[in-house]
């Protein structure tokens, strides 16, 4: 069975780093492109990052480009999340998830697999 677990969350103030952490299991993680959305309290969800299989291209929504990055060790299964200089309006449940192409670039589905992980940063 597909599963996507995340971890990694907590609660941290403005500034801070957090890395997540997105362990597959049912499939061979590195087959896919795997990336993050997030939704924050009442909100809708929102595409955050992706990585391709080959680890060959990456994609960022604006707010967190120079600030998060994305990466993988298929090896392990895994694909990470740093975020560093967190702000207030990055608090949100994570979720990891797949990714696909379109239009010459990626974009997470935004369907979550797991239970998420949630970011809390306190200003």
């Known amino acids: 069975q597909v599963q996507l677990v995340e971890s990694g969350g907590g609660l941290v103030q403005a500034g801070d780093s957090l890395r997540l952490s997105c362990a597959a299991s049912g499939f061979t993680l590195g087959d896919y492109a795997i990336g993050w959305f997030r939704q924050a309290p009442e909100k809708e969800r929102e595409g955050v990052s992706c990585?391709?299989?080959?680890?060959?291209?990456?994609y960022y929504t604006d707010s967190v480009k120079g600030r998060f990055t994305i990466s993988r060790d298929n090896a392990k299964n895994t694909v990470f999340l740093q975020m560093n200089s967190l702000k207030p309006e990055d608090t949100a449940v994570y979720y990891c998830?797949?990714?696909?192409?379109?239009?010459?670039?990626?974009?997470?589905?935004?369907?979550?697999w797991g239970k998420g992980t949630l970011v809390t940063v306190s200003s």
């Open positions: 998830t797949f990714c696909g192409y379109t239009g010459g670039r990626y974009f997470p589905a935004l369907h979550s």
């Open positions: 990585i391709s299989s080959n680890d060959s291209s990456t």
